[in-house]
């Protein structure tokens, strides 16, 4: 695992990439996906750093396109560090294996859709590793607004068990309001849920994030976001910088 994420890492100072007539899209680093899709041949790696007082990680997802509506995903939170702990036990974070499916262009006034079925293995160090394989399922939308501004909208579910095998399962929930500046900058506002949960299940986390990215070419994009708690099982900041490239 340590080698996968060192490598794809390593890419974006290896890989010169072909300039196609769109400028980059990325993932993040909003909690809500976007629901476009790479298009067939293309590669795109999205890395990046992301601090709270509770942890520390490096989370990494590399995009595969397959067809015009259909892209394959490998994600993990990559080098992570518990800093909630006095020891502050490092490790590597788990894997999730998930295609990404554009179902709808968006054209008529109907927002642009995608469904993004997910499984998350534990593949990870031993205090970072999940309980068993953990399926999910998300379903990014996005409206176009005047004014260069988008509306993004995220409900899904999450399969997950404790450590005594119980099954239980979590909503996640996400709306953002992005807005371009020009044809390399943006900005964004978001309140995100990324876990819904009862109290004996964790309990549900909420924040309200903000930021932005900016195209230093059109295959080359860098970001960066704050992530601020509304409640006590949320950390209460948080921030990330990333640097996404396209192949």
């Known amino acids: 695992m340590r080698k996968i994420v060192l490598c794809a890492l390593a890419l974006p100072l290896c890989c010169a990439a072909a300039e196609p007539d769109s400028w980059i899209s990325t993932d993040r680093p909003d909690f809500v996906d976007s629901p476009e899709v790479l298009g067939k041949g293309r590669v795109q790696l999205e890395t990046g750093f992301q601090q709270s007082k509770e942890d520390r990680s490096t989370p990494l997802l590399l995009r595969l396109g397959v067809s015009d509506n259909l892209e394959l995903r490998l994600d993990t939170d990559g080098r992570v560090t518990d800093r909630s702990d006095p020891s502050h036990p490092k490790g590597w974070g788990d894997t999730g294996l998930s295609i990404k499916w554009q179902i709808n262009e968006g054209k008529d006034g109907t927002p642009t859709a ?105 295959d080359v994009r860098v970001d960066t976001a704050f992530m601020v708690g509304l409640n006590h099982r949320t950390p209460d900041l948080a921030f990330t910088v990333g640097l996404s490239v396209r192949m």
């Open 114 to 218: 995608g469904l993004i079925p997910q499984l998350d293995f534990a593949t990870g160090s031993r205090d970072f590793r999940g309980n068993g394989t953990r399926p999910s399922i998300r379903m990014p939308l996005e409206w176009e607004l005047p004014h260069d501004m988008s509306l993004g909208v995220m409900p899904g579910l999450y399969r997950d068990r404790d450590e005594n095998g119980r099954h239980f399962t979590t909503g996640m929930f996400g709306v953002t309001l992005g807005k371009g500046l020009s044809e390399r900058a943006d900005v964004f506002v978001e309140v995100s849920t990324p876990r819904i949960a009862r109290a004996r299940d964790g309990g549900t986390q909420a924040s309200f994030d903000f930021g932005g990215g900016y195209s230093l070419t059109r």
